[in-house]
């Protein structure tokens, strides 16, 4: 099974704060997303990766950075965390192309104060 | 509008009961379709993809495509209570990207 590794489990912060999540593939997947789950919105997508040193804007990209430092570890950075952006953030990893299955981590529960 | 659409948004069934999820998109490009699950605390796991018309049959899990009017569903019978979870579909276009509905939450009554 694929594995997907997000740190921290949960976070808590004020508003104006700093906060990395951390995301961990080895599945030799080249492709990384980042999405944010809350009640009636279902998964959305923040950004995503096709390989180390590439960024692509997702649907819900505004307040959040990324950075894809190898092929292993994708960052969400969120430089001035606004009580909006508290949600469920999910690490995911596929193989890419069409009809190809995501394999997500546990998620990362984060509150911002 | 979302372009993935689920219903119902909850669903309780008796354990060995069958339980029916509906998805239904709005944009005809789709050409494949998933089922994710999510047990509560764990992040979301596909359980089975379609792209034809018709059925696709997985153990206790079924999943019917219709393009024409841009319907799928989702049928698990014999429901366990460990069947009990948020269950997303997922739509995907010629490229890579997933679009996810807002998930229909099952409670499977022992």
């Known amino acids: 099974e694929a594995a997907v590794t997000q740190s921290p489990r949960n976070k808590v912060t004020v508003t104006g704060g700093n906060v990395t999540l951390s995301c961990r593939q080895t599945?030799?997947?080249?492709?990384m997303y980042w999405y944010r789950q809350d009640t009636g919105h279902g998964l959305r997508l923040i950004h995503y990766?096709?390989?180390?040193?590439?960024?692509q804007i997702g649907d819900v990209p505004d307040g959040y950075k990324a950075t894809r430092t190898t092929q292993e570890d994708f960052f969400l950075l969120l430089e001035l965390a606004s009580p909006s952006q508290t949600s469920l953030y999910f690490c995911?990893?596929?193989?890419?192309?069409?009809?190809?299955?995501?394999?997500f981590g546990h998620g990362t529960k984060l509150s911002v104060l | 509008q979302q372009k993935v659409q689920q219903s119902p948004e909850s669903l309780s069934v008796p354990e060995g009961g069958m339980a029916s999820l509906n998805c239904t998109s709005s944009?005809?490009?789709?050409?494949y379709f998933w089922w994710y699950r999510q047990h509560s605390g764990e992040g979301p796991k596909a359980l089975m993809?379609?792209?034809?018309?018709g059925d696709k049959k997985e153990g206790r899990f079924t999943a019917h495509l219709n393009k024409a009017s841009l319907h799928v569903s989702l049928h698990i019978r014999d429901s366990q209570p460990s069947d009990s979870a948020l269950y997303f579909c997922?739509?995907?276009?010629?490229?890579?990207?997933?679009?996810f509905g807002s998930g229909t939450q099952l409670t499977v009554m022992p």
């Open positions: 995911a990893s596929s193989a890419g192309g069409s009809n190809e299955r995501l394999f």
């Open positions: 599945n030799s997947h080249n492709y």
């Open positions: 990766s096709y390989g180390a040193g590439n960024l």
């Open positions: 944009d005809r490009n789709f050409q």
């Open positions: 993809s379609i792209f034809s018309d």
């Open positions: 997922a739509a995907q276009s010629g490229s890579w990207q997933l679009i």
